[in-house]
């Protein structure tokens, strides 16, 4: 992710989506790029030493990141139904609390200390991009291959030495006759 912190506990990166974050899936690695996208422009304004009053950029980050998860979700959610992948209900829990967790935003309390709430913010997405994508989501496309590979071939019989004489017998009289 290439996120280091200073010191005092501080990010001194931004968010970079690195290939131990690719899962891949095409399709998926592109959305989680667009999230990693919203958590760099939370970073941004956790940064932006300039601005006296980030309540309306912070209400605009949370419904972005509300409106483009929810999508991004639902497409995962639906891939992994396509593929019987067998940790899904634990995925779709997991991204039911994610939505749920910015459903219960007070807007009051990000007025009152704009800073730390982007901080707070912060903190949950950096948590998400690690503990669930790079943890579990990352397990999608090995569970994938898995169960392809558990999956039996179609073997063509091949006769062992005590019938293969016999058929060979059988197949010596038939040209007898």
């Not at 501080?10 to 970079?16: I, P």
Request: glycine share 4%; hydrophobic share 30%.
């Amino acid at each position: 992710m290439g996120i280091s912190f200073n010191e005092k506990g501080e990010q001194r990166m931004k968010y970079e989506l690195t290939k131990e974050y690719l899962t891949g899936i095409e399709m998926i690695d592109e959305e989680h790029g667009r999230l990693f996208e919203i958590a760099n422009e939370c970073y941004d304004l956790v940064m932006d030493d300039t601005a006296i009053d980030r309540f309306d950029n912070i209400v605009a980050l949370l419904e972005e990141l509300r409106t483009y998860a929810a999508t991004h979700f639902a497409h995962e959610e639906e891939y992994m139904e396509r593929i019987q992948y067998e940790r899904r209900f634990s995925e779709r829990y997991q991204h039911l609390r994610f939505i749920q967790k910015l459903s219960e935003i007070n807007l009051d309390e990000i007025d009152e200390n704009q800073q730390e709430y982007l901080r707070g913010i912060l903190d949950f997405l950096t948590r998400w991009l690690y503990g669930h994508i790079k943890v579990m989501d990352c397990r999608i496309p090995k569970e994938e291959v898995a169960a392809q590979s558990e999956k039996p071939e179609k073997k063509t019989k091949k006769p062992d030495k005590a019938t293969k004489g016999k058929q060979e017998t059988k197949v010596k009289k038939s040209k007898k006759k």
